[in-house]
Nanobody, 117 residues
Framework: QVQLVESGGGLVQPGGSLRLSCAAS????????MSWYRQAPGKERELVAL???????NYADSVKGRFTISRDNAKNMVLLQMDSLKPEDTAVYYC???????????WGQGTQVTVSS
């Protein structure tokens, strides 16, 4: 059974840091492109960061230089390190796994990140 479980969300002050984790199971982790999306109230879900098995990365302009995506294939884990957080980063963050062979997508349940003083 394919599963993605996010954790690490919470309330942080502007300028603070937070690390999100996505635990993956039930599939060959290394064959998937892993990414983080987020959705804020009143906005569409947007791509935040992406990481391929070849270690290629892609970031939204709004988070470039502040967020870092990484993966640990041995642990089937993908991480999102978020630094210098801003109130506009407040959103529900979702982990996504994209199978580049058959183009299937899997999603986690989401974790809430709130940046406020």
């Amino acid at each position: 059974q394919v599963q993605l479980v996010e954790s690490g969300g919470g309330l942080v002050q502007p300028g603070g840091s937070l690390r999100l984790s996505c635990a993956a199971s039930g599939f060959a982790f290394s064959w998937y492109v892993m990414s983080w999306y987020r959705q804020a109230p009143g906005k569409e879900r947007e791509l935040v960061a992406l990481l391929t098995s070849a270690a290629r990365t892609n970031y939204a302009d709004s988070v470039k230089g502040r967020f870092t995506i990484s993966r640990d294939n041995a642990k089937n884990m993908v991480l999102l390190q978020m630094d210098s957080l801003k109130p506009e980063d407040t959103a529900v963050y979702y982990c996504n796994a994209h199978n580049w062979l058959n183009r299937e997508d899997y999603w986690g349940q989401g974790t809430q990140v709130t940046v406020s003083s």
